[in-house]
């Protein structure tokens, strides 16, 4: 959450809900998220935005085409693109899988994809959370140097 202490100057406060256990995480995460945000820099970043909107907005061919319903050849298209040898999601399946019984996952995808862009604006909670486990590297942790390397990349 971003808020203006006395100063007038923008904070990011992160709540405190790790576990003590994981003080190696909350360090490698307050090296990104604990930082004052300067005045000047933010209200650069929004004017810069708002300038460029026109930019940033497509074409309504595309706009168009992202919200027809999703196909076969999307669902296709997509199993390709996985990556095996991936962690599983925690519905506990795997790519491999995916990539395994294609037709049999093919007919569920499209059922549950197409709902979901049935559902723009009316989303749960639920749905627009994600789970972040940090997962410690193997080796020398000794030094107090923290790097992006300290975790595997999910």
Do not use: C
Request: glycine share 4%; hydrophobic share 35%.
């Amino acid at each position: 959450m971003v808020t203006k202490d006395p100063k007038n100057q923008h904070k990011v406060q992160k709540p405190n809900i790790f576990p003590p256990s994981t003080s190696m995480g909350i360090k490698y995460f307050q090296l990104f998220i604990n930082e004052e945000i300067d005045p000047e820099i933010l209200e650069e970043i929004l004017e810069s935005t708002l300038r460029n909107t026109g930019i940033l907005q497509i074409s309504m061919t595309h706009q168009m085409m992202l919200e027809e319903p999703i196909n076969e050849t999307d669902i296709n298209h997509a199993l390709k693109q996985l990556k095996n040898g991936k962690a599983a999601g925690p519905d506990g399946i795997t790519t491999e899988f995916y990539k395994k019984f294609p037709d049999i996952v093919k007919t569920f995808l499209l059922s549950i994809f197409n709902r979901i862009l049935r559902l723009q604006g009316k989303w749960e909670k639920e749905n627009m959370t994600s789970i972040i486990v940090l997962i410690e590297k193997r080796g020398d942790l000794t030094s107090q140097k923290l790097s992006t390397n300290i975790f595997a990349e999910l």
